[in-house]
């Protein structure tokens, strides 16, 4: 009888403690989750960061290396849409003197962008390589000639945008 006694009481003791492994276990498991979903959710929103970045340094480089003395105003005004500070200013303050060279040499150049890479990125600036090249035809070269670019674009996020702050020639 005592025996029995003794069987009895050590079952809700036991019980006790499984309900306590089970209750940590799944405490652990409950935080890991909550720890995966977190590193899932920050790699998907910087891997769409980084291609917001590459998608607006392509096209700032391919509007930069694209400029046809027929239709420059616009095509300028394409480099302006996607550019900001210093970028900008330097652009827009050259504007009137490019319209005449373009337009005096009748020079139409098509750029080709051959690849990109983010060099450095947050969530706010940027710093992209860029190869292009481009076939520039001009009254100087009306069979037209080969260019080849390797730019270092800078960006900065304004207005859920990323924008061209600035512009280097490299290598």
């Known amino acids: 009888m005592i025996r029995v006694l ?4 050590a079952r809700p003791l036991r019980h006790r403690r499984a309900v ?5 276990v799944a405490a652990v498991f409950a935080a890991a989750s909550g720890w995966l979903g977190v590193q899932v959710y920050e790699r998907h929103t910087t891997e769409r960061r980084h291609q917001d970045i590459l998608v607006a340094a392509r ?8 400029l046809d003395y027929r239709h420059y105003d616009r ?3 394409n480099v302006l849409k996607g550019a900001t500070g210093d ?18 040499n009748k020079s139409v150049s098509e750029g ?3 690849d990109a890479g ?3 990125a947050d969530e706010r600036t940027a710093r992209v390589l860029v190869v292009a090249d481009s076939k520039v035809t001009n009254v100087a ?3 037209g000639t080969s260019r080849n670019y390797r730019l270092q674009l800078d960006l900065v996020l304004e207005g859920g945008r990323w924008l061209t702050s600035n512009v280097e020639f490299v290598g």
């Open 6 to 9: 003794l069987t009895r009481a």
């Open 20 to 24: 306590a492994v089970l209750a940590v």
């Open 59 to 66: 096209q700032s480089a391919l509007n930069f290396t694209s």
């Open 75 to 77: 095509d300028s005004k």
């Open 87 to 104: 970028f900008e200013k330097q652009f827009s303050a050259q504007t009137e003197k490019l319209t005449k060279i373009v337009a005096g």
């Open 112 to 114: 080709q962008i051959l």
């Open 118 to 120: 983010i060099a450095d």
């Open 141 to 143: 070269a009306p069979q």
